[in-house]
């Protein structure tokens, strides 16, 4: 049963720190997103990945935030430094690119890092 | 304007009553429409997926598509607790576009 795996799965910590969320996808899957889910704003599309590349972190604050795709196995979302407007859950999805397999091709959810910035 | 409006709830039903979630978007050119299941500290998965107008039947889920007046329904028939959730109502523009629009979820409780 494939599924999207992220790492840790909570994490509390203090403003200031350094946080370091990880993503692996779905095998033969070449999007990857990072989401950020609160009451307030709902999930809010942070940054996305296709075959590795970066297509868009217009939704990710520059100054503090980063993705990388080191390989097709692992996705990263940086934080530094954190601040406490940072609690959130961070979502990692994965899919194939839209439309290639099927019209019905669509993204699949890991569970979540659920972080605390104190 | 947000691209997709969704009521945030909570909706509270009784076991077995019809449940109506719905959302309308702003952009005419949306095409694909689906519906995603959140349980609590889970992530969101699809429940079910339609292109342009119409309805689209799976069990005792019913998604319908009204593009005339841009607005998402989704009806759940003899609802069941397990049903409580959040749902998402999402549209994606084009058949190759990767990036879909979250509605914010409507949280729904179905009481025993």
């Known amino acids: 049963d494939a599924r999207v795996t992220q790492t840790p799965r909570h994490k509390v910590t203090e403003m200031g720190q350094e946080v370091t969320m990880r993503c692996q996808p779905i095998?033969?899957?070449?999007?990857v997103f990072w989401y950020r889910q609160t009451m307030m704003q709902g999930l809010e599309l942070l940054a996305y990945f296709r075959n590795r590349a970066p297509l868009d972190d217009s939704g990710m604050p520059k100054d503090r935030f980063s993705a990388e795709m080191p390989d097709a196995t692992l996705a990263t979302l940086k934080i530094q430094p954190s601040e406490p407007r940072d609690s959130a859950v961070y979502f990692c999805a994965s899919g194939p690119t839209a439309g290639v397999r099927s019209s019905t091709d669509t993204q699949y959810f890991g569970p979540g890092t659920r972080l605390t910035v104190l | 304007q947000k691209e997709v409006e969704q009521d945030p709830g909570p909706l509270s039903v009784p076991e077995g009553a019809i449940v109506s979630l719905n959302c309308t978007y702003s952009n005419s050119a949306f095409q694909y429409f689906m519906w995603y299941r959140q349980y609590s500290r889970k992530g969101p998965e699809l429940l079910m997926y339609?292109?342009?107008?119409g309805n689209k039947e799976d069990g005792r889920f019913t998604a319908q598509v009204d593009k005339s007046s841009k607005y998402i329904s989704l009806f759940i028939r003899d609802s069941q607790p397990s049903d409580s959730a959040t749902y998402l109502c999402a549209t994606r523009l084009l058949n190759r576009d990767d990036k879909i629009i979250f509605g914010k979820g409507t949280r729904l409780h179905i009481l025993p």
């Open positions: 339609t292109y342009s107008s």
């Open positions: 095998l033969g899957h070449n999007t």
